[in-house]
């Protein structure tokens, strides 16, 4: 059993577990204090505390210095102050000397109302800085999909923990030393040319404007403002579980109604769906998956199982980086949002009568990677991107807000159709466990012919970092293999690699949480409890659907009728699949 | 797929400097301190072999190879100078020492002479603080040197 110890804080006795820190201790009693560099997301069970920033210090009676809360561990009789005179002033300075080596850029910066340390510095009532010392100048790094601008970093090294220990990416490291030292990739080299995956996290854990992912909001004012442009939009799964944060409403809360509302107001002339695109992708997906399958039954030695997902752009760019050797094993089919690309642009197009260069294909994501997915070459006819631009759903809200609606009350509306109608198999993409389930439902009954009693696949479901379930295929067993973050993602794909893997089909996100928890989405500030929320909105939304089953999408079964033929056929293979790319520096022999 | 240029035996010697710690990462400074005495220096090739070899992200030994100021990036001299500017040399006259050898060798702190001979650069306390000031050159270290000594040092240098 664990030794309880008894405590005082700020005059209230606690009494917490030994090796408590002072901070977990404070927060017991409903004492915040306040923090830069500390993160802890419980759920990971990852504690960042490297009390670097020392905003956390807090009096403890007999003891010469302060004590940073977030590192120092509970003693027995302990008298601790948090937010004693002493604290303040000592707290006051720290953040006068670190505001006197960050730019005074708040009018502007892409941070700012959301920003950890604006928001600390407003509160300990910061009015001038007195100390006048050199400043940092870092030449800002623009990738396709992530902004640094290190200038503002403030070295709480939190992104270097989602990338290092939790994604095992690699891409960024702490460099130098004393004033000089900074985050930044090898050889402070562009994130472009890194290991980077743009998952996101990174950003989504920045405490102050140095990371923020590459706003195209302004773009699409002007293409929105543009009267000779058929502007359309998609908007993925994850972002009507998490919109309506931005607005206040409860974490949870599905928004979808309402976010359709918003987007036609603003100006789109169609609003789809890319859960869609999603029924697209399990055609495709769950018709390559029998495919390997049946000939593994056969006795071909040849084919690739397990078949790996390949929806996630993240990871899509992981392997591509770190396991090219085995980029032949993850299905061939694109993403979602790189579905609806060419079906919009090639067939809807057609159906509106609008010419592919007066079509603009907007997608609203949780997700920063799709910014860079969309650029992708494989992915343009002649240059002209399938998906022109993808906007976060942070982005999004901050686009609500500037054309003045209240979010809160507007009116529920449905999307607009062919590509607005989909199943609560498309729906349950955005979050881990959800592409191969909907995958399952869907194989299951071409593969038995038999229709699915109960369509919800409990064992795929779950918040765990790594899961597996065994699902019955009519007396075939298959084994299925779930992994979110892409920490876990590595594990699994080791065991593949070395032949220890008895998977038949692997679903891989490389966010925590799946897309719900994506680099884009609404941040949750190291709360991570506001992940399976999320994730059951998307469920109860699944189970809300009169169509569960992405092959019984009419619009779906309309659109191989009229246009694609059937699934993984010749037009398929050209619009709806890709290939992969070795990126893994190669050190070559002189 | 970028690649990295690096001679056959260079990348054979670095695979073996790694294998002699169990390419362990933990072993990372260990190993960057070899490669130096090695190669004379850590370019990114090296570091991206070693890198690989330990199972690190080369950000990682990235970070390492500039958080200590001994290793360094670019190709040190045949005789690399170090003048220590530790405190107790520091107030021993040791920056007159370091104006000398610039002044000698016409190049800055952290750079090489044109014949690839010395490379000078600060290091902070050797642990001989009796000797101070202190300068090393290669293996050798020389204590208690005066400005007005830097000539006949460096003379013992030129054959």
């Known amino acids: 059993m664990e030794q309880m110890i008894k405590l005082t804080i700020d005059n209230k006795e ?66 601790i102050k948090t937010h004693s005179m002493r604290v ?60 640094r601008d290190m200038d503002k970093c403030i070295m709480c090294r939190r992104c270097e923990t989602m990338c290092n220990d939790v994604q095992t990416v690699g891409a960024l490291s702490a460099i130098n030393r004393g004033f000089e030292s900074v985050v930044a990739p090898a050889f402070e080299m562009d994130l472009e040319k890194s290991t980077c995956t743009y998952c996101g996290q990174c950003v989504a854990v920045c405490p102050t404007g140095a990371l923020t992912e590459k706003d195209h909001t302004n773009q699409l004012i002007r293409d929105l403002a543009n009267p000779n442009k058929t502007v359309v939009v998609q908007t993925a799964p994850a972002v009507r579980a998490a919109l309506g944060e ?75 980086h770190h396991f090219p050797e085995m980029k032949d094993i993850p299905s061939t089919a694109r993403s979602p949002q790189q579905m609806f690309g060419p079906i919009a642009k090639n067939y809807l197009a057609k159906e509106m009568g609008v010419k592919r260069e007066d079509m603009i294909v907007v ?30 759903t942070r982005e999004l809200a901050n686009l609500i807000k500037q054309a003045n609606m209240d979010f809160v009350t507007l009116p529920e509306e449905d999307f607009d159709n062919p590509m607005g109608e989909s199943t609560g198999a498309g729906v349950i993409f955005g979050t881990t466990g959800g592409v191969i389930e909907a995958a399952t439902r869907t194989a299951y009954e ?37 992994a979110h973050g892409l920490g876990n993602a590595r594990k699994l794909l080791e065991e593949v690699r070395d032949g220890k893997s008895n998977y038949h089909a692997i679903e891989i996100m490389a966010c925590p949480g799946g897309c719900i928890g994506g680099g884009g989405q609404p941040l949750h500030h190291g709360d991570t409890s506001v992940l399976a929320k999320r994730a059951a909105a998307l469920y109860r939304e699944d189970a809300g659907k009169a169509i569960r089953k992405s092959h019984e999408n009419p619009y779906i079964i309309k659109l191989y009728e009229e246009f694609l033929g059937k699934p993984c056929g010749e037009l398929s293979h050209k619009l709806l699949h890709t290939h992969y790319f070795d990126k893994k520096n190669e050190i070559e022999i002189e | 797929m970028a690649k990295i240029k690096l001679a056959k035996d260079k990348i054979e ?5 790694c294998k002699s710690f169990n390419n362990e990462g933990s072993e990372l400074i260990n190993v960057l301190h070899q490669a130096q005495h090695n190669f004379g220096y850590l370019p990114a090739e090296v570091q991206e072999v070693v890198a690989r070899e330990l199972d690190v992200s080369v950000a990682h030994v990235y970070g390492v190879v500039t958080f200590y100021s001994f290793f360094t990036m670019v190709p040190m001299g045949e005789f690399p100078i170090s003048v220590c500017m530790g405190t107790a040399c520091y107030v021993r006259g040791a920056e007159k020492v370091l104006e000398e050898l610039k002044k000698h060798l016409k190049v800055p702190i952290g750079e090489t002479t044109e014949d690839g001979k010395f490379s000078i650069s600060c290091l902070r306390c050797v642990g001989a603080c009796g000797l101070a000031p202190v300068v090393t050159i290669g293996e050798r270290t020389y204590g208690r040197v005066a400005a007005g000594d830097v000539a006949d040092i460096l003379k013992e240098y030129q054959n």
């Open chain 1, 446 to 482: 071409v593969y038995t012919g038999k229709t699915l009693e109960k369509v919800d696949f409990n064992a795929l479901r779950g918040m765990e970092g790594i899961r597996s379930a065994k699902v019955d295929f009519d007396g075939l067993e298959l084994n299925i293999g779930i």
């Open chain 1, 88 to 147: 303040l002033n000592a707290r006051k300075t720290v953040m006068e000397l670190m505001l006197s080596d960050h730019p005074f850029d708040c009018l502007v910066c892409a941070k700012s109302g959301n920003c950890d340390l604006q928001t600390i510095a407003q509160n300990l009532g910061v009015r001038e800085i007195h100390y006048a010392g050199a400043k940092s100048t870092y030449k800002v790094d623009t990738s396709p999909a992530i902004i």
């Open chain 1, 363 to 392: 997608s609203i994501m949780p997700c920063l990677a799709k910014k860079y997915e969309c650029q992708r070459d494989e992915f343009k006819v002649d240059g002209d991107p399938d998906v022109n631009y993808s906007i976060s």
């Open chain 1, 14 to 79: 606690v009494e917490v577990a030994k090796g408590t820190t002072m901070l977990t201790a404070a927060k017991q009693i409903g004492v915040e204090i306040p923090t830069l560099c500390h993160m802890h997301l419980e759920d990971m069970n990852i504690e960042h505390n490297p009390g670097g920033c020392r905003i956390c210090v807090v009096e403890v009676d007999g003891r010469r210095n302060l004590a940073p809360s977030c590192n120092s561990k509970c003693e027995a009789g302990m008298n």
């Open chain 1, 246 to 320: 931005e607005f206040g409403m409860e974490v949870g809360t599905l928004v979808t109604g309402k976010m359709v509302t918003a987007l036609r107001n603003l100006g789109f002339d169609s609003v789809f769906d890319t859960d869609f695109a999603a029924d697209l992708t399990i055609m495709e997906e769950g018709t390559e998956l029998l495919q390997r399958l049946g000939a593994h039954l056969k006795g071909d030695k040849d084919v690739k199982l397990p078949i790996l997902t390949s929806c996630c752009p993240g990871w899509v760019n992981f392997f591509e």
């Open chain 2, 13 to 17: 010697k670095l695979i073996d400097i």
